[in-house]
C-alpha cells in the first residue's frame, strides 16, 4: 500500500469561492484520481490526473470547474472553483499501486467540503 | 439498470452471524471486482479482490459468478468491529475505470 495524505480534511466555505485540495503519495505513482462522494451516492470518478499533461475529465465535470495539476509522480491538486452549495460532499484523491486488470486503488483520507 | 446495484441495508446482525451480501453488474465485460470496506466518514479501503475460482481471507469469503453477472462477500462470525458500509467495486473494461455501488450498510450489534 501506500502512503496518501490529502488535505485539507475539511473545509466550510462561502459560495462563489474557490477551494484547492492537495494529495501527496509517498512514493511514485503512475496513476492518480480524484472522486466525489456525495451524501448517500456511490463514489464518482471526476477525473485521471496525468503527470505532464492536463487531466481526464469523466463525463459532467470540466476543467474550468475543476481544475487538477499534476506536477510530479507524487503530488497532485484538485480545486473546486465557484463552489455552489450543490458541491458539498466527501472529495478522494485516490492511486492505483498495480497495472493491468488487476487495479487497485488505495484512497487519501478525504476532504469534507460544506458550501453555504 | 445501474452498473452497480447493491441492496442498502442497513442488515442488522447479532455478533456471531454469518451475513451475505450480493452485488450485480450490468457490463458482461467487466473484468476485475472488489470488495471495499468504508467505515462512517472515513476513506473506503479494499478489503480483498474477488477472483473467478472464489477466494476466503480469514471470517470472509467472496465469490463471482460471471453468467448471473453478480458477486457475493459473505462475513462469518460478525464482529462488532465488522459495523461499515462495503461497496462493490467493478472495473467496467477500460484500463483503471472502476465503478463503485452505493455500498452497503452492515450493523453488528452485541
Known amino acids: 500500500s501506500a502512503v496518501i495524505s490529502q488535505k485539507p480534511s475539511r473545509d466550510i466555505c462561502q459560495r462563489g469561492t474557490s477551494l484547492t485540495i492537495q494529495c501527496q503519495v509517498d512514493s511514485q505513482v503512475t496513476m492518480m484520481f480524484w472522486y466525489r462522494q456525495q451524501p448517500g451516492q456511490s463514489l464518482t470518478l471526476i477525473a485521471t490526473?496525468?503527470?505532464?499533461?492536463?487531466?481526464?475529465?469523466e463525463s459532467g465535470f470540466v476543467i474550468d470547474k475543476f481544475p487538477i495539476s499534476r506536477p510530479n509522480l507524487t503530488f497532485s491538486t484538485l480545486t473546486v472553483s465557484n463552489m455552489s452549495p450543490e458541491d458539498s460532499s466527501i472529495y478522494l484523491c485516490?492511486?492505483?499501486?498495480?497495472?493491468?486488470?488487476?487495479?487497485?486503488?488505495?484512497f487519501g483520507s478525504g476532504t469534507q467540503l460544506s458550501v453555504l | 439498470r445501474k452498473e452497480v446495484e447493491q441492496d442498502p441495508g442497513p442488515f442488522n446482525v447479532p455478533e456471531g452471524a454469518t451475513v451475505a451480501f450480493n452485488c450485480t453488474y450490468s457490463?458482461?465485460?467487466?473484468?476485475?471486482f472488489f470488495w471495499y470496506r468504508q467505515d462512517c466518514r472515513k476513506e473506503p479501503k479494499l478489503l480483498m479482490s474477488?477472483?473467478?475460482s472464489g477466494n476466503e481471507d480469514g471470517r470472509f469469503t467472496a465469490q463471482l459468478n460471471r453468467a448471473s453477472q453478480y458477486i457475493s462477500l459473505l462475513i462469518r462470525d460478525s464482529k462488532l468491529s465488522d459495523s461499515a458500509t462495503y461497496l462493490c467495486?467493478?472495473?467496467?473494461?477500460?484500463?483503471?475505470?472502476?465503478?463503485f455501488g452505493k455500498g452497503t450498510m452492515l450493523l453488528v450489534s452485541p
Open positions: 485516490s492511486v492505483e499501486l498495480s497495472a493491468g486488470t488487476n487495479e487497485k486503488l488505495f
Open positions: 467495486v467493478v472495473n467496467r473494461g477500460g484500463y483503471s475505470t472502476l465503478t
Open positions: 457490463n458482461s465485460a467487466s473484468q476485475s
Open positions: 474477488v477472483y473467478s
Open positions: 490526473a496525468n503527470q505532464g499533461s492536463e487531466a481526464t475529465y
